[in-house]
Every structure is written in C-alpha cells, then in structure tokens.
C-alpha cells in the first residue's frame, strides 16, 4: 500500500482524545496536517521516529526536522514519523492515565520504533531528551535497555560535544546526516528483523563514517583540566572496529539533496511559521565565538535557481503567508542581492512576505533594502554582536561603526519602524566601556532616526543582549565563563541606560547560561546530575516559566559535582571530552585564533575576494575582479577556483530567470491588454464609497490587494477530526493558505499591518466538531467590478460560486471539508448582524441517552443553574479569601432540547441573539455549560457537535446556508440602482413565494 492508501489515512479515534481538550493547544499532539506522511508497514525494513526534545511549535520550525523527513520518506523501505515533547500539561495527563508518548502519524507509541532519533539543537533541551524516553516507554539508560527497546540516535549541533548524554543514547551521528542516516537506518532495522542483538547492532553500527558508540570508549580525569575525557576503546570498542577519532561527516554538494519543498504544514502555529529555504550551510566570517562557524565548514552554496524553485513551490504547495531565507550569514551569501531582486517579484504576485535572517550591518544596499519592505517587512534584524570596535576585533566580527550607522540611515530613510540589534555580553577581555558600548550603539542608531526628523513616528530600536557561552570547537573553548554575579552587575547597568536612551532591551536568562556552559563544556559526570534533575522535576529549561536554578544547585551537590571546573579557564595544553570527535581542523588552528583574539587581531573573512567584504552582484563585476578568494588554512580542504567558477555559473542562472521572467511579465500585460476592453470595464466612479483607500506605500505588494474591488464569499465548512483541536487563530492561518493552495486572492485590509479580510461566525470550544461552520471574506475575483456594480445575476454568482467551491475542495486540508458556497451579493447583511442561534448534538452511550432522556422534561420545566468559576485576575486578594464564581441560569437560552434514543444524540438549540441593553440571567452562556445543565455531569468537548448556525426569518429560525439574501439600507438602494424598482420587488415576491 502506498502513503497516500485510504485505508492508512482513514480517520481514528485518537488516544488522547478524551483529555485533549483539557490542555493548551492540543493541535501539538494529533497530527493529521496538510502533506503529512503516512506508510504501511508491509515492506518497510525500520521505522524511525524523530522525537524532538522541544514543543511541536519549535520543532516544526527547526529545518532538520524537515530535512531528514523528506530524506526518509522519500525511501520506499523506510518510515519517518514525528513526536515532540508534551507540556506540562499533557505529561500530567499521561502520567495519570498510564500512557505512553505516541507519534503524530500513527500514535504509536516510541518503544515500538525500530530508531528512534533526538536533535541536540542547544545543550538546555537534555532534559526534554529524558522525558521523551520516559514518557516513550524506553528505559533512560542505555545500558538499561532490552534486545525489544529502539535503538536511540542523537544528532545535530550538540552531537560534537555529546558527554553528558551518551549514557542515554546509544550512538551519536556527528555531522550532517543526508548521506549517512539512510544507509545507518536500513542497517539497523534490517538487523533487527533478522534477530541480531544490540551488540551486534552497535557494533556493525560502529563502522559507519560519523557514528560514535559512547559504549565502546572509556574515559578518564585529565590531571590539567580535572574533567573526564575520552581516554580510549573499550575491547568490545576494539572488537568492533571502531575508530579511536570520530570524523565528522559532512555533504560535499548540497544540490544533490534538494530543499524539501513539501512538508506537514502546521495547524498549530509553529514559533517560525513560514515556508522558510535553506540556502547556504557554513560561514565566510570566522567570528570566534560561533561554533556554527566551525562545525558546518566549508561554506556550501545552493544553485540560486535551485533555491527560487523550492521557496516557490514551497509556498505553492502548503500555501504560507511568508517565507525565509535562511543561512549563518545571509549578507554574505555570495549571490544574495540578485536572488532576493529575482525572487521578490514571483512574491509580490502571490502576496507573500519575504523574512531574511541572519544579516549582517552591511550589504544591504538600497534597492535590496526597498525589495524587502515591498513585501510586507517593517522591521530588520542584525547582529553587531559588541558595542565597540575593539570587541568586535577580538571577537573577529567584521562590521564597523559607520557600516551599522550607515545601514540604519538607509533603513529608517525607506520607513522601515523597527531595528533589531543581537549584542553579547560577557566576552573575553570584556570592560565596563564595552558593555556600555552595546547601549551607546543603540543610542547612535536612535539619534539617527532623529537626524532624519522621524520624531513623530520614531523607530522602536530594540537591543537584545545574550551571555557568552564558550562553547567547544571555537576559539573560545578554553575560556572562562563570566560570573553570574559580574553578569547581574552588566543587567543591571544596561538596563538603566536602555531606559535613559528610550531603547527596548530584552536579555537572556543569566543562570540558563550558566547551566548551558557546564553542559556545553560537560564530561560524563553531568550525566549524573541531568538525571537526578530531570528525575526531580527538570523540563523546558530554555523555557522561562519551568526553569529552577535551585533544582540545579542541589542536582549538583547530591551528585557531588563541583560547576567551577567547566566555567573556569582551562589550559590550552589540556585535553578536553571533546577531543575524540574530529571536526575536520588543522590542529593548533582553535589555538591560535584564541592568541589572536586576546590581542585584538583579526582574521580576513573566508572565500571572499582581498580586503571585499561582499560579493559583486552581477556576472561583469564578478568576472573583473581578479582578487584572489582568501583561504587562511583551517585544514578543511576548499578548491577557491571552484568556489569561483560555481559563483559565476550562479550569476548568470539568476540572470536567466530574470530573462524569463520580464518575458513573462511582458506576455502577461499584452493578454489581460488584449482581454480587458475599455468597453466592458465598470468606471471605478461607480464604486466611490465602496473601494476606501489603505494606509500602504505605493510600492507595497499589499496596496492593489487592500483597495481593488473585491467579491463577498460566504463559505461553509464541517471540522472533523483533528480540525476539532483547532481553534479559531489557527482556522485565521488554515483558511488562508487554503485560498493560495486554490490560487484563489484574497482582499487584504487596508491599515499598517495587512492581514486577509475575513469575518467568522462564533467561535467553537477545542475539541467541538462542526457541520456547518462559516466564514465570509472578501476576494478578488474576476469581474469583481462588475460584482459590486450589481450587475451580475444571480444564476452568474451560483455560477461562479460552483466552480469556486470546487477549486476550495480540491485543496481543503484534512478534516476541513467545505459543504457550501455562496457569493454575497453587494449590500447584503454580514454574517454578524444575521447569527441568531445555533444547532447542537451531543454523543452518548445507551444508558447515559436514556438517563438524560427521563431527566429532560423536569429539567428543561424550571431553571438550569450552573456555576461557572471566576475568571482569573492579576490583582491579588486578601490573605484567606478566594474568588468567587458567578451562577448561570443557562435555561433562558435553550430554544429547544431531545433526546434520540436510537441514535444515541442530545440535540438542542441555543438562542445566541443579542439584543440592545439586554440583562439577566442566561445572557452569553457557553455550549459546554449547557451540555452540563442537560446531562447532569460533564461531558468531554469532543462528543459535542455544532450542527449548523441559524438565522432568523419572519419570526423562525432557519439556516444561515438556506437563508435567502437579507440586504441592509444601503444594499436595498444599490440593488434598486443597478436593476430598477420593478425588478427587485419582482425578486422579493418570488423569495416569499418560495419561502
């Protein structure tokens, strides 16, 4: 069966369903999303699941995760699934209930995996690693673990430097894992299959390239530096033939690994919540600092072609509202400039936002700078990293103060209203006069806005300062970690000159830093100490709200661990638990870059032409300059002729599909020239008063789309499903992608900030199903003019609506089926002014419809009262008193309510009407308490159902899909207007007739 079978994908009950609507955000844990993966297992030879150590909105977001589903996937005997670590919330729920983590695909649980795959992404995320395991039904410790127990994989940033977590994994793959993870994973399940044991696995595993089993290795104290390193192989170590150094593996042509450009699009909303392309892996600059830097070299480029192809299929296909642009250092990509004016245009046509991340305080020239705010940004983000020159030097960062002054100008000047600017405190060799440096540069960059006299609308300039972590693999690994107690003192400081400069300051946690070192430059020791924390309640340590310093403090002292030996300076002559993994540099390279950095000397960027700090922007400047590429001996091997010619090759691609494009831009306009009579055109005069004007730029991509003429659709849906969980901010983001998906425009609005037009009815409890939800938005439809004009009939608007309904279905996501379609003629009443009710039913069993059937008629004869809990305050009571809730009487607004016995179905009406200074008992209840009132108990929010909306007609109820077209004033004298009196009395005859 394929990954598409019906019978793979057919819906099932859920195994949290029952609880789900208990929790915040339940659409993190049920899957079901647009271009999700779904394989039977009949002919697959391993399973895999990536469980990512963070919530579903951060994984979902991460590009690895991404990467390596579609690289599984893609294989027709192998399987990628996804689970991510629950809130607090649903970890209570499982505990409780005695179940395990399941996987979005399938829910099954992550001890029946043949793989199951971590990615380390920061070092503060081990918790979440142990909670995972357990929550998944796997013993923690690796060597607890049966012959039945998944093999555990760890991967990503941190696998370089994984000491304090090998006693939970079985191996780490060191590196980039395209061309190594599907070969390892086949190895594995196939051995699985044939009965080998976890010896044996490991052992075959040992051999690949990239992969270390921590459990064939042992390690000793380094008299120098006191920590536990890597001493040698165990024999079962030497038996296995593994190596004694870890080599990382790394691709060598990234285009052989295309960006994926389908992806399961999140209903929950991710933290990056956009279409975002990976287009360069490694960095020319060097900054000391950055273990990116290091452990992604070389710097590897995607075919610019390439990458215009995946962001617009990317947005094509799940139908995103923005996309990104992602690399280390995207100013410095070397064709950057002419990809982002090449890409900006086919954006502009689909109404699309454009994030460029990573940048750096230059290169960011004027018209590149005006294709960005055309598409929606307003505010840019970069990174100075240090407040003064000399820092900067130390830390090899190449930006000056006038490139960071002179980008500013440029930015405010073209009415950009925020700036963004990273800053690190806490650096070696760092003074006093360099922290004040971080808020002086906000100052500067501030006074700039008021040089250009922007004083009544001054940019927000917002400086966000983090702690040096000295992580291993940089220049910096030996060196000390700044004090908490000098770090309050900095905070401190900073802040009071953020607020004598009006700035926006945000800083980053200082303890996390300090927990983040020692497990960043931790030994096999802080294995100890994660497990006693984890075990005392540790999880989410990046996440404000559930991080505990004091857990930490007594994790350490019960496991007799002193933190001063990883946030002191060690020797530069000591060996360090890193030095087995082999990331690929000349050795004493780290070590004289640090020599440097302590007397303020820089190196050149990397792979960039002599004393260049960008690269030249069209095929001719880059064909003159004869500057040699600078190469200062890392020891990862770099051909700069081929880096060269490669750079040309994506020059003159970009100015083919520049070619290409002005060629179709040209055809465009003759066809619509040709197909656009001045004849048949309504004058936009006949539509004053109905077409405002918007607040955007002339150039914006959002200007047309805010004040052309528009059609009002009114859509009706059912959610079923794993739609239920989705509320109604996610239906915001749903219902729009489903529009691009469709190719079909929507109207945007017309302040700053445009958003899609768009009105829903009321909105439902998580967990509720619906038949016949609505919305109304406004699209720009062909013939719209004539729309508005009232010149369409209405077999031309059924017309339309028919095909526009079937378009929307084709690409409805999952759960979200659309069962109606009509388009609102001009001056008809909103769906605001016309939702007066609503039909409910609710799911029983046998023996609860016959309870609720024999206790309805006494309850529905006097009042219904609920008590509903107080709603939650900032302020703070007396000592001893407790809030009060408030009692409903919900039997007001019940219109109707039986039970069907043989189908097992509570049904009501609700009266949701709301008239002008209305008071009493009743007023604005909740569906979920009127299902109480009913039952007698509660009832869990996803066997509730809303059957359809209701208006009100001549004194009844009817619904709002039947309803005939109910104009407001203004409507009925537009309607007039363009069809005459005659005819619209002639109309209203036959619709009461009918009626």
């Not at 699941?49 to 991404?66: C, I, K, N, Q």
């Not at 290409?660 to 936009?684: I, Y």
Request: hydrophobic share 40%; with cysteine.
């Amino acid at each position: 069966m394929s990954c598409t079978d019906p019978a793979i994908l057919a819906p099932r009950p859920h195994p949290y369903a029952e609880f789900l609507g208990k929790v915040a955000k339940p659409g993190r844990y049920i899957g079901g999303e647009e271009q999700q993966r779904v394989k039977a297992e009949a002919g697959l030879v391993c399973r895999f699941v990536l469980a990512f150590p963070d919530l579903y909105e951060v994984g979902m977001s991460h590009l690895g995760t991404r990467i390596l589903y579609n690289l599984i996937n893609n294989a027709d005997d192998l399987a990628c699934e996804r689970a991510f670590s629950p809130w607090i919330d649903l970890e209570a729920e499982l505990r409780t209930r005695g179940l395990p983590l399941v996987s979005l695909e399938t829910s099954t649980p992550l001890r029946d995996f043949d793989v199951v795959g971590v990615s380390l992404q920061y070092e503060l995320c081990y918790t979440n690693v142990l909670l995972n395991l357990d929550l998944g039904g796997i013993p923690l410790r690796a060597a607890d673990r049966g012959e039945r127990d998944p093999i555990v994989i760890a991967g990503g940033p941190t696998a370089t430097h994984p000491e304090p977590l090998t006693p939970f994994v079985d191996l780490c793959l060191v590196g980039e894992a395209e061309e190594v993870l599907p070969g390892l994973l086949r190895t594995i399940g196939t051995m699985r299959r044939a009965g080998a044991t976890r010896a044996e696995i490991l052992a075959a595993t040992a051999k690949v390239p990239g992969i270390y089993v921590p459990s064939f290795y042992f390690v000793e104290r380094d008299p120098r530096s006191e920590l536990l390193v890597v001493a040698g192989r165990t024999p079962a170590g030497i038996a296995a033939g593994a190596p004694e150094r870890v080599t990382r593996v790394w691709v060598r042509d990234l285009d052989e690994y295309p960006f994926p450009t389908e992806f399961p699009v999140p209903y929950a909303e991710a933290i990056f919540d956009r279409a975002a392309v990976e287009i360069t892996r490694g960095c020319t600059e060097g900054c000391r600092f950055c273990q990116a830097g290091i452990i992604y070299r070389p710097v590897r480029e995607r075919d610019p072609k390439a990458i215009v192809e995946a962001v617009l299929k990317g947005i094509d296909a799940a139908g995103f509202g923005e996309t990104s642009l992602t690399a280390l250092s995207t100013a410095d990509v070397s064709c950057i400039d002419p990809l982002i004016k090449e890409l900006v245009p086919e954006l502009k046509r689909r109404k699309v936002k454009l994030g460029v991340a990573s940048l750096r305080a230059y290169g960011l020239n004027d018209s590149l700078l005006d294709e960005i705010k055309s598409v929606g940004i307003n505010g840019l983000t970069f990174a100075p990293e240090a407040g003064t020159q000399r820092m900067r030097d130390v830390i090899n960062k190449n930006v000056s103060d006038e490139d960071i002054l002179d980008s500013a100008r440029r930015i405010f000047e073209r009415g950009y209203d925020r700036i963004k600017m990273y800053f690190i405190m806490g650096l070696p060799t760092e003074t006093e006069a360099d922290v004040v440096g971080i808020a002086e540069t906000g100052r500067r960059v501030r006074e700039v806005a008021k040089q250009l006299g922007l004083h009544a609308r001054m940019p927000v300039v917002t400086v966000s300062v983090s702690q040096h972590v000295p992580k291993p693999h940089t220049p910096f690994q030996w060196a000390a970690m700044e004090g908490l107690q000098d770090l309050y003192g900095k905070v401190k400081l900073l802040r009071e000159l953020a607020k004598r400069y009006r700035l926006e300051l945000k800083t980053h946690n200082q303890q996390e830093s300090w927990l983040e070192c020692l497990f960043a430059r931790g030994d096999r020791d802080m294995a100890e100490v994660l497990e006693r924390a984890y075990k005392a309640g540790a999880r989410f340590e990046g996440w404000r709200e559930c991080f505990s310093f004091e857990r930490w403090l007594q994790a350490l002292a019960d496991a007799g661990v002193d933190p001063n030996r990883y946030t002191r300076t060690i020797p530069v002559d000591a060996r360090l638990p890193w030095d087995h993994i082999e990331i690929g540099l000349e050795s004493g390279f780290l070590a004289e870059e640090y020599r440097k950095a302590l007397k303020s000397r820089v190196s050149p960027p990397c792979g960039k032409p002599f004393g260049a700090k960008v690269h030249a922007t069209t095929t001719e400047a880059a064909e003159a300059d004869a500057r040699r590429l600078v190469c200062y001996d890392c020891g990862i091997a770099c051909d700069m002729s081929e880096m060269r010619q490669e750079r040309l090759v994506a020059l003159r691609g970009l100015g083919e599909l520049k070619d290409q494009r002005h060629g179709r831009e040209r055809l465009e306009a003759e066809d619509a020239a040709t197909r656009a009579s001045p004849a048949d055109l309504v004058p936009v005069e006949r539509l004053r008063g109905r077409l405002n004007p918007s607040q955007h730029a002339d150039d914006s991509a959002f200007k047309a789309a805010a004040e052309s003429p528009f059609c009002r659709v009114r859509l009706f849906f059912s959610k079923s499903g794993p739609m239920c969980f989705m509320g109604h901010l996610d239906l915001l983001r749903v219902i729009p992608r489903m529009l691009r998906r469709a190719g079909i425009e929507v109207a945007f609005s017309r302040g700053f900030t445009p958003m899609p037009r768009m009105s829903f009815g009321p909105a439902l409890a998580l967990g509720v199903a619906a038949r016949e939800e609505v919305v109304e938005l406004d699209l720009l439809l062909p013939g719209a003019r004539e729309d508005m004009a009232g010149l369409w009939s209405d077999a031309q608007r059924a017309d339309e609506a028919a095909a526009l309904q079937e378009r929307l279905a084709a690409v409805a996501p999952p759960g979200l089926a659309i069962v109606g379609l009509r388009i609102v003629a001009p001056g008809e009443r909103r769906i605001g002014e016309l939702i007066a009710g609503a039909d409910y039913s609710v799911t029983l069993a046998a023996d609860e419809a016959a309870t609720v059937a024999a206790a309805l008629p006494g309850r529905m004869a006097g009042p219904l009262w609920i008590e509903r809990a107080p709603k939650q305050s900032r302020k703070r009571l007396p000592a001893g008193q407790v809030a009060a809730g408030e009692a409903i009487d919900v039997r007001p607004r019940i219109v109707a309510a039986e039970v069907d016995l043989a189908a097992g179905l509570l049904r009501f009406r609700l009266d949701l009407s709301q008239e002008p200074g209305e008071e009493g008992q009743g007023k604005g209840v909740r569906p979920r308490e009127v299902v109480l009132a009913l039952c007698g108990a509660p009832v869990a929010d996803h066997r509730v159902c809303r059957d359809r909306l209701l208006a009100r007609s001549e004194g009844a109820y009817v619904g709002l899909r039947e309803l005939a077209p109910v104009f407001n004033a203004m409507g009925e004298r537009w309607r007039r207007e363009a069809l005459g009196p005659d005819a619209v009395d002639a109309a209203a005859t036959a619709a009461s007739s009918e009626a």
